[in-house]
């Protein structure tokens, strides 16, 4: 038992075995490679962090309105969990803001890799798509949202809409520039082999568009969450960007704490998962 | 019986006002068995005659039949291997390797078959499944050498294959490609600006010159063919190789002098 302890320990903290044998070496500062990922630390400054808003919250020193304690966050936690908060658990608005979300970034990219590569491909794409994308993706989510409750009333289209249009210009932008990254020598060798146009586009050109696509993938995530509580403010009655909005109406700053961490773990456990997917996918990113 | 005609062919492109002619009246046949080396120096349209008899450029003038046929697009039957970053990362050794096979339909019992053959003859069968990026330069021109030869090419085109690699590796690949060259039998046509190894690989050799690119020179040689026994630090510091490499290098520096002289009046 604690001998598995100490292993996995080992594995996350990299613990250093007294007589390794890597080279010794002088410089250390300014390195990249001797600095690690600096774990300890991480989990210190979490520590550290944890207990000065305690103890901040716990003399007075900033008014429990303004500040609530972490043991008072916790309970709402657990109360929200449990009984709720306004006709949904907490579960219940992650639950239907991860579907918002998974929606639109879903159609996002559905649409927008396709057209992004065609803009890679094609002249005439690239030149009726770009001003189109241009134009409308500098303009913050906010900008659109009483268009789109005209247009499409305060359901969840409105919602997975104004998701979609986010994660689309982005998923565009990197799956054309993915298309454009492939060498001029792999496009030949792929044509001497034998391969028609056909292959090529799908054996090449594709394949080598990938890692580009998954970083927008990840960028397009992180802004989808962003772009959520916007969403959600689209006259919304459930969802966890929501229950910040509607709980910060009322001044219930516990209720808001306690729902922007969750969105930020959530958010994070997302991009450890397209990160994981994107390593076993394209173990070559990066390689040529 | 396979064979390649170059006739008459020139290339011209304009940037601008200036009118560079790339080629110039490039004309040299092959026959099966002919391992041809052009060398010249840089800016002499060496690539640029590849690139057009690989079919990846339309010559301005004159033509390239290859066994009678007019070639003015790629194909399977000139395999390319270029100076580097042609393979694919995304697949391993033996993947990269059957490319060719695969992309024509050829049936998975056969394709396993040609492909691990030639991997055998380069020795590299135990590295089937290593991702290509893992392997060292020398290796990974072997493994884009064995992507062409699966698909029985009538001619290997090779743009400086050997240009990335260091000065052992680079001798040690010569003598590889010799040998592949000697059990497969193929056309060769090889380009480089090394002057050495040009002599070394040549059966023939086409000395070019810069800005018009034309021949200048050519040569009948057989160093190769008297590899028998002999190293290869044996052959290159024979009194006969050293003559007839002090002969073109005096060749390709008074048109260096040439050109500066050019430049300076």
Same mark, same amino acid.
């Given at each position: 038992?604690?001998?598995?302890?100490?292993?996995?320990?080992?594995?996350?903290?990299?613990?250093?075995?007294?007589?390794?044998?890597?080279?010794?070496?002088?410089?250390?500062?300014?390195?990249?490679?001797?600095?690690?990922?600096?774990?300890?630390?991480?989990?210190?400054?979490?520590?550290?962090?944890?207990?000065?808003?305690?103890?901040?919250?716990?003399?007075?020193?900033?008014?429990?309105?303004?500040?609530?304690?972490?043991?008072? &966050?916790?309970?709402?936690?657990?109360?929200?969990?449990?009984?709720?908060?306004?006709?949904?658990?907490?579960?219940?608005?992650?639950?239907?803001?991860?579907?918002?979300?998974?929606?639109?970034?879903?159609?996002?990219?559905?649409?927008? *890799?396709?057209?992004?590569?065609?803009?890679?491909?094609?002249?005439?794409?690239?030149?009726?798509?770009?001003?189109?994308?241009?134009?409308?993706?500098?303009?913050?989510?906010?900008?659109?949202?009483?268009?789109?409750?005209?247009?499409?009333?305060?359901?969840?289209?409105?919602?997975?809409?104004?998701?979609?249009?986010?994660?689309?210009?982005?998923?565009?932008?990197?799956?054309?520039?993915?298309?454009?990254?492939?060498?001029?020598?792999?496009?030949?060798?792929?044509?001497?082999?034998?391969?028609?146009?056909?292959? &090529?586009?799908?054996?090449?050109?594709?394949?080598?568009?990938?890692?580009?696509?998954?970083?927008?993938?990840?960028?397009?995530?992180?802004?989808?969450?962003?772009?959520?509580?916007?969403?959600?403010? &689209?006259?919304?009655?459930?969802?966890?960007?929501?229950?910040?909005?509607?709980?910060?109406?009322?001044?219930?700053?516990? *209720?808001?704490?306690?729902?922007? *961490?969750?969105?930020?773990?959530?958010?994070?456990?997302?991009?450890?998962?397209?990160?994981?997917?994107?390593?076993?996918?394209?173990?070559?990113?990066?390689?040529? | 019986?396979?064979?390649?005609?170059?006739?008459?062919?020139?290339?011209?492109?304009?940037?601008?006002?200036?009118?560079?002619?790339?080629?110039?009246?490039?004309?040299?046949?092959?026959?099966?068995?002919?391992?041809?080396?052009?060398?010249?120096?840089?800016?002499?349209?060496?690539?640029?005659?590849?690139?057009?008899?690989?079919?990846?450029?339309?010559?301005?003038?004159?033509?390239?039949?290859?066994?009678?046929?007019?070639? @003015?697009?790629?194909?399977?039957?000139?395999?390319?291997?270029?100076?580097?970053?042609?393979?694919?990362?995304?697949?391993?050794?033996?993947?990269?390797?059957?490319?060719?096979?695969?992309?024509?339909?050829?049936?998975?019992?056969?394709?396993?078959?040609?492909?691990?053959?030639?991997?055998?003859?380069?020795?590299?069968?135990?590295?089937?499944?290593?991702?290509?990026?893992?392997?060292?330069?020398?290796?990974?021109?072997?493994?884009?050498?064995?992507?062409?030869?699966?698909? @029985?090419?009538?001619?290997?085109?090779?743009?400086?294959?050997?240009?990335?690699? @260091?000065?052992?590796?680079?001798?040690?690949?010569?003598?590889?490609?010799?040998?592949?060259?000697?059990?497969?039998?193929?056309?060769?046509?090889?380009?480089?600006?090394?002057?050495?190894?040009?002599?070394?690989?040549?059966?023939?050799?086409?000395?070019?010159?810069?800005?018009?690119?034309?021949?200048?020179?050519?040569?009948?040689?057989?160093?190769?063919?008297?590899?028998?026994?002999?190293?290869?630090?044996?052959?290159?510091?024979?009194?006969?190789?050293?003559?007839?490499?002090?002969?073109?290098?005096?060749?390709?520096?008074?048109?260096?002098?040439?050109?500066?002289?050019?430049?300076?009046?």
């Amino acid at each position: 038992m604690i001998l598995t302890v100490k292993k996995h320990l080992k594995g996350f903290f990299r613990i250093r075995k007294k007589n390794a044998t890597r080279p010794k070496k002088t410089i250390k500062f300014g390195d990249p490679t001797t600095i690690g990922k600096g774990r300890v630390y991480s989990i210190l400054s979490i520590i550290t962090l944890l207990t000065l808003w305690f103890f901040v919250s716990e003399i007075k020193l900033v008014p429990p309105l303004f500040l609530p304690s972490p043991l008072k &966050v916790l309970g709402k936690f657990i109360e929200i969990s449990t009984e709720g908060y306004r006709g949904h658990t907490l579960a219940g608005h992650v639950f239907i803001s991860m579907y918002r979300i998974l929606a639109g970034f879903f159609l996002g990219c559905l649409a927008g *890799i396709p057209v992004g590569i065609s803009m890679g491909l094609s002249r005439i794409v690239r030149g009726a798509m770009d001003p189109i994308i241009e134009l409308y993706r500098p303009v913050p989510p906010l900008a659109f949202i009483p268009l789109i409750i005209v247009w499409m009333g305060i359901g969840d289209q409105g919602k997975v809409f104004l998701l979609f249009l986010a994660v689309f210009s982005i998923m565009v932008i990197n799956a054309r520039s993915g298309v454009r990254s492939v060498t001029i020598e792999k496009i030949h060798a792929a044509y001497s082999l034998g391969a028609n146009r056909w292959q &090529v586009l799908y054996h090449v050109i594709l394949v080598n568009a990938l890692p580009e696509i998954f970083t927008g993938m990840r960028v397009a995530m992180g802004v989808a969450w962003g772009t959520l509580v916007a969403a959600e403010m &689209v006259a919304a009655t459930s969802g966890i960007g929501w229950m910040v909005l509607n709980s910060a109406r009322f001044l219930r700053t516990d *209720i808001v704490i306690m729902g922007i *961490i969750v969105m930020g773990i959530i958010g994070y456990m997302f991009d450890l998962l397209i990160r994981s997917i994107e390593k076993k996918v394209i173990p070559w990113k990066g390689k040529t | 019986m396979n064979s390649l005609i170059v006739n008459d062919l020139s290339m011209t492109y304009r940037t601008g006002d200036t009118t560079i002619h790339a080629l110039e009246n490039i004309s040299f046949s092959m026959k099966a068995g002919d391992f041809l080396v052009i060398v010249g120096p840089s800016g002499c349209g060496k690539t640029t005659l590849l690139n057009i008899l690989a079919g990846f450029l339309v010559p301005t003038g004159g033509q390239v039949i290859l066994n009678g046929e007019h070639i @003015d697009r790629p194909g399977a039957d000139r395999g390319v291997v270029f100076q580097r970053g042609a393979l694919f990362p995304w697949l391993n050794v033996y993947e990269n390797a059957e490319f060719g096979l695969r992309m024509r339909k050829v049936p998975k019992k056969e394709r396993i078959e040609k492909t691990m053959e030639y991997l055998n003859l380069v020795g590299l069968s135990e590295f089937a499944r290593t991702p290509v990026y893992n392997l060292s330069g020398g290796m990974q021109q072997r493994v884009a050498l064995v992507r062409c030869l699966v698909n @029985d090419p009538a001619i290997l085109l090779m743009d400086e294959p050997l240009g990335a690699l @260091d000065a052992l590796t680079r001798e040690k690949m010569q003598s590889f490609i010799l040998k592949i060259w000697q059990e497969t039998g193929k056309m060769v046509l090889f380009i480089t600006h090394s002057v050495e190894e040009a002599i070394y690989l040549a059966s023939d050799l086409i000395v070019m010159s810069s800005r018009p690119g034309k021949v200048i020179k050519q040569y009948n040689l057989s160093f190769a063919q008297d590899d028998t026994g002999k190293s290869i630090r044996a052959v290159k510091s024979s009194p006969e190789f050293i003559s007839i490499r002090e002969e073109i290098m005096g060749i390709i520096w008074s048109m260096e002098e040439e050109a500066l002289q050019g430049l300076a009046s």
